[in-house]
């Protein structure tokens, strides 16, 4: 399979990192009640935490390992696309160097948070002519499509993009069950 190379804000992976994981978490409160019993409420999910470990290899592996940790630096949150993931609003968290640098083979990890202030980007993603995934702006009123991927309803799309539940279903009168949405299938969200 050929994923298309991860990015974030203006910087390019010159080949994507080696593992991924995606820590999903969510806020239980425990409050104690009369004779040793307890009571928990579920105050909902958190952030994204989306994890990876990579490496630069050539003779300009550290300079890109730099070329990387000056995005680090950059303030406030960028467009995280990436290959398997859904894009997503987030922070560039932690940058590790796992070992010594040398000028030819850089290690490091990274983590991204997730920043949950609605999915409202200018930004979509168009099939270049070698099948990479290019960004390109397109206006704020132009409608929007998110293209269904396992385990979504139309539920969790709603949130991911901040959008009403029925105004996503308003949105798209092609779905006639709401309940029953196809992997692949093209949903307007705005």
Same mark, same amino acid.
Not at 75 to 103: D, I, N, T
């Given at each position: 399979?050929?994923?298309?190379?991860?990015? +974030?804000?203006?910087?390019?992976?010159?080949?994507? @990192?080696?593992?991924?994981?995606?820590?999903? $978490?969510?806020?239980?409160?425990?409050?104690?009640? *009369?004779?040793?019993?307890? &009571?928990?409420?579920?105050?909902?999910?958190?952030?994204?935490?989306?994890?990876?470990?990579?490496?630069?290899?050539?003779?300009?592996? +550290?300079?890109?390992?730099?070329?990387? &940790?000056? =995005?680090?630096?950059?303030?406030? *949150?960028?467009?995280?696309?990436?290959?398997?993931?859904?894009?997503?609003? &987030?922070?560039?968290?932690?940058?590790?160097?796992? $070992?010594?640098?040398?000028?030819?083979?850089?290690?490091?990890?990274?983590?991204?948070?997730?920043?949950?202030?609605?999915?409202?980007?200018?930004? %979509?993603?168009?099939?270049? *002519?070698?099948?990479? =995934?290019? %960004?390109? %702006?397109? @206006?704020?009123?132009?409608?929007?499509?998110?293209?269904?991927?396992?385990?979504?309803?139309?539920?969790?799309? &709603?949130?991911? +993009?901040?959008?009403?539940?029925?105004?996503?279903?308003?949105?798209? *009168?092609?779905?006639?069950? @709401?309940?029953?949405? $196809?992997?692949?299938?093209?949903?307007?969200?705005?």
């Amino acid at each position: 399979m050929n994923l298309s190379a991860m990015r +974030y804000k203006d910087y390019v992976w010159p080949y994507n @990192p080696r593992t991924y994981t995606i820590d999903y $978490q969510r806020v239980i409160s425990v409050k104690k009640v *009369p004779f040793g019993r307890y &009571a928990l409420q579920d105050l909902g999910p958190t952030r994204r935490i989306m994890r990876g470990e990579g490496e630069f290899v050539g003779e300009n592996a +550290y300079e890109e390992f730099k070329k990387l &940790a000056s =995005v680090f630096y950059g303030e406030g *949150p960028g467009m995280l696309v990436h290959p398997v993931w859904q894009c997503a609003s &987030a922070y560039f968290a932690e940058l590790s160097l796992r $070992q010594e640098p040398r000028k030819d083979y850089v290690a490091y990890s990274f983590a991204f948070w997730e920043d949950y202030t609605g999915h409202v980007t200018g930004l %979509t993603a168009v099939a270049g *002519p070698s099948g990479t =995934v290019q %960004t390109d %702006t397109v @206006p704020d009123d132009a409608p929007r499509y998110h293209t269904v991927i396992k385990g979504e309803s139309l539920w969790s799309i &709603a949130v991911d +993009y901040g959008v009403d539940l029925n105004a996503l279903i308003a949105l798209n *009168p092609q779905i006639k069950n @709401p309940n029953l949405i $196809q992997v692949g299938e093209k949903v307007r969200v705005q």
